[in-house]
């Protein structure tokens, strides 16, 4: 019985133990390259980049992409540091928005493939997918979402002024 319990643990040890000690040695290798690649200082200046893109849209830019003059309530949004900086907002019970996108040429998305023009996303899903205004002389201003796992575009709200409305709404309560 003894011989039979040694040869079970010895079998667990080999085929259980060995590839989870392979698998915490390699995550720790990993952890260790991306600290190092990814020291605290650079995490920071690059969110504070990221921030100062955000809160200084390109507005003429932006008007040439979208081919008409932008919506006064997305210029409103980009004014409102607290909620344009704000990050994981609720919207309704399914949608969030993860984080809001800077209005500049860097920001301009490849999806002419994919949509049929380019996009400038304003904001992005918790699931990453862009939302965005199409662009267009004749467009309204209705904000769209694509979802990026089959490709479905959805109305995310009927105008810009009403996404905002209802973020401050949903937002408010916490």
């Known amino acids: 019985m003894s011989n039979t319990l040694n040869t079970v643990v010895?079998?667990?040890?080999?085929?259980?133990?060995?590839?989870?000690?392979i698998l915490w040695l390699r995550d720790c290798v990993n952890r260790a390259r991306h600290r190092r690649r990814n020291p605290p200082e650079k995490i920071a200046a690059d969110r504070i980049a990221f921030e100062e893109r955000l809160l200084r849209p390109d507005w003429d830019f932006y008007e040439r992409h979208l081919q008409r003059p932008v919506p006064s309530a997305l210029r409103?949004?980009?004014?409102?540091?607290?909620?344009?900086?704000a990050c994981g907002l609720d919207y309704t019970d399914a949608d969030r928005i993860?984080?809001?996108?800077?209005?500049?040429?860097?920001?301009l998305l490849d999806t002419k493939?994919?949509?049929?023009?380019?996009?400038?996303?304003i904001a992005t899903s918790d699931f990453g997918d862009p939302?965005?205004?199409?662009?267009?002389?004749?467009?309204?201003?209705?904000?769209?979402?694509t979802h990026h796992d089959g490709g479905d575009t959805d109305v995310f709200a009927d105008s810009v002024a009403e996404m905002i409305k209802r973020l401050r709404d949903a937002n408010l309560r916490r």
């Open 76 to 85: 409103e949004l980009y004014a409102d540091r607290a909620l344009v900086t």
């Open 113 to 121: 493939p994919w949509l049929g023009f380019d996009a400038v996303a």
């Open 98 to 107: 993860s984080t809001f996108s800077p209005l500049d040429e860097r920001g």
């Open 131 to 145: 939302i965005y205004l199409r662009p267009g002389q004749a467009e309204d201003d209705v904000v769209y979402i």
């Open 10 to 21: 010895g079998i667990s040890v080999i085929f259980v133990g060995l590839p989870l000690a």
